[in-house]
């Protein structure tokens, strides 16, 4: 059974970086998935801060960290998949727990849905990051 987990959270000023990382492992075909960092923020939904496709090719960004944050994947280990968020210039409105998910990919799910919480059925336990004014 696979598993993924993330790692990295914390406390930063605002204008600062983060970088969080996820480890996948329990599977050897990770480079198969679609995998994404999710976000919530307190009486918040869960939402979609970016994904990246199995092959690592294409990623999406929720407009709100457009430009600010940067997925990356590292598929050389086949049965321990790693993933990587840069979070910069980072803001107060992004403090919120972040979630490691990943999904089989398809064509469908990329193309309809890539940023939605419900296509991920792989998730971590969550990560803290509180940005401070």
């Known amino acids: 059974q696979g598993s993924v987990a993330e790692s990295g959270g914390g406390s930063v000023r605002a204008g600062g970086s983060l970088k969080l990382s996820c480890v996948g492992s329990?599977?050897?075909?990770?480079?198969?998935?679609?995998r994404g960092w999710f976000r919530q923020a307190p009486g918040k939904d869960r939402e979609g801060a970016a994904v990246?496709?199995?092959?690592?090719?294409?990623?999406?960004?929720?407009d709100s960290v457009e430009g600010r944050f940067t997925i990356s994947v590292d598929n050389s280990q086949e049965d321990r998949a790693l993933m990587n968020l840069q979070m910069d210039s980072l803001k107060h409105d992004d403090t919120a727990v972040y979630y490691c998910?990943?999904?089989?990919?398809?064509?469908?799910?990329?193309?309809?849905?890539?940023?939605?919480?419900?296509?991920?059925?792989?998730w971590g336990q969550g990560t803290q990051v509180t940005v401070s004014s």
């Open positions: 998910a990943a999904a089989w990919y398809s064509d469908y799910l990329w193309s309809v849905a890539p940023l939605s919480p419900k296509a991920y059925n792989y």
């Open positions: 329990g599977y050897t075909s990770w480079y198969k998935y679609a």
């Open positions: 990246i496709s199995a092959n690592g090719n294409s990623v999406h960004y929720a």
